[in-house]
């Protein structure tokens, strides 16, 4: 059965924020609120936290997991990423995009998408996801809360909680906080491509 913890959702309790973080650095599977619409999350390293989610959202091996990541200085751990991209990502951050880019040899090789040795990386605008990544110190391997034959993401904490109580560890609910997925750009061509259009404005990409 699912822990579940009520956040508030401009300022969500650190006693709360505090034990989701312990979970998750001791292997447990979460849903959580972003900017765009609740996800899947789990420790960077964790196998049995991937193969969770693959089996939740019946996943193959070429779906792009995406790190969730604090701020600029934790994502330019895990991509290349050059000038140009830089200051254009720069430019939408935080917000409600997902960028594709080449990793580094921080991600862990089950991560990457198995030809083009890639990864997406998001930095989110939201206040509770941003203080478990501040607790946690480490980005959060993440997948939209999308499940199988369903058109769009589960948005409600309690809804989640009991259709997932016996394949997810915890639940954070903080309310509503929308149907989009996020918008996905991919950086790792050469060329800009706008792979999905969602929450986050595109234009800027086109």
Avoid at 29 to 36: G, K
Avoid at 50 to 75: E, K, M, P, W, Y
Avoid at 133 to 149: I, Q
Avoid at 175 to 186: A, K, N, R, W
Wanted: charged letters at 25%.
């Amino acid at each position: 059965m699912a822990k579940y913890f009520d956040v508030h959702p401009e300022s969500p309790q650190r006693r709360a924020i505090s034990s989701v973080a312990d979970d998750i650095r001791s292997g447990a599977l979460v849903a959580y609120p972003t900017d765009s619409c609740y996800a899947l999350g789990c420790r960077l390293g964790s196998r049995d936290g991937i193969d969770r989610i693959r089996s939740i959202r019946n996943l193959d091996g070429r779906h792009h997991f995406t790190l969730v990541c604090q701020n600029f200085a934790q994502l330019g751990r895990f991509v290349q990423i050059d000038n140009d991209v830089f200051r254009t990502i720069r430019a939408a951050t935080p917000g409600s995009y997902t960028f594709i880019l080449p990793a580094t040899k921080e991600v862990p090789r089950q991560l990457l998408h198995p030809k083009k040795k890639t990864v997406g990386v998001r930095i989110p605008d939201h206040v509770v996801t941003q203080a478990l990544l501040t607790e946690l110190a480490e980005p959060l391997l993440s997948s939209t809360l999308l499940l199988p034959g369903e058109e769009e993401p589960l948005t409600q904490g309690w809804e989640i909680k009991e259709r997932l109580d016996h394949v997810v560890d915890a639940v954070i609910d903080s309310g509503d906080c929308g149907t989009e997925p996020t918008t996905v750009i991919d950086f790792s061509g050469g060329d800009v491509e706008i792979v999905r259009r969602g929450a986050g404005d595109p234009t800027p990409f086109e």
